[in-house]
């Protein structure tokens, strides 16, 4: 049984919104509709568990999803930050429940291939987390200043889903339970914990929006999607 964590509950500040990212509309229709959409469809997943801001658990648009989304099981309060919010969905999984999805609320675009891909990567080595090569020379820079340059035949952008056995993540957060925050992601947390992580190639088009620029291009996205 595969539950699927949405991790939604972000202030977005690099957005500039009144109001969290994931609930700004996208050609009408809130960012992280697109991406319940798609899970709530795929026949993988079994249950879909939402985590949002506190102030919006309860608001109209919640009920919307939950009578058009039946695979959406709960809405829940998200933490101070990414990995407490993680934490509050996962308590919530099913205990049938065996594989546990993550995935970032302001990714609208990930596709059932991918879904597919990382659930089988995550039931076969335990973590798994789909990944994307950087392009172009990567720089670490300081006050300016270019310090070194890095690599980038060896650089990979991580994204979401990212996959585990739910004992496994289980674990993982028990481990690091009095250090959660900072941690990027949960593959982040399981590599603290000792355990390994796998990838499997990403896509393209499964852009987190970060920025308003990011917003563009998923617009521009929409429209070939359209074509």
């Not at 919640?62 to 709960?74: A, E, H, N, T």
């Not at 829940?76 to 993550?102: A, F, M, T, W």
Request: net charge positive.
């Amino acid at each position: 049984m595969i539950c699927c964590i949405v991790v939604a509950a972000g202030r977005g500040k690099r957005f500039k919104s009144k109001i969290p990212k994931t609930l700004f509309l996208m050609q009408g229709i809130p960012i992280v509709e697109y991406c319940l959409r798609t899970l709530s469809m795929s026949p993988l997943i079994d249950e879909v568990i939402l985590v949002m801001q506190k102030r919006f658990v309860n608001n109209t648009q919640v009920s919307i999803w939950k009578k058009s989304f039946s695979k959406l099981v709960r809405v829940v309060p998200g933490g101070k930050y990414r990995s407490q919010s993680v934490l509050n969905g996962l308590s919530h999984c099913s205990e049938k429940c065996d594989i546990v999805l993550i995935h970032d609320g302001a990714r609208p675009f990930v596709s059932e291939n991918l879904i597919g891909r990382v659930a089988r990567a995550a039931e076969k080595y335990g973590a798994c987390i789909p990944v994307w090569p950087v392009n172009g020379s990567v720089k670490l820079v300081k006050k300016n200043k270019v310090v070194s340059t890095i690599l980038e035949n060896e650089l990979q952008i991580a994204q979401t889903p990212q996959g585990f056995r739910k004992e496994i993540i289980e674990k993982a957060f028990m481990l690091n339970r009095k250090n959660l925050r900072g941690l990027p992601d949960e593959a982040s947390l399981c590599m603290k914990a000792g355990f390994d992580v796998y990838t499997v190639c990403g896509e393209a088009r499964n852009i987190k929006i970060t920025t308003r620029q990011d917003l563009r291009l998923a617009l521009a996205i929409c429209g070939s999607y359209a074509s």
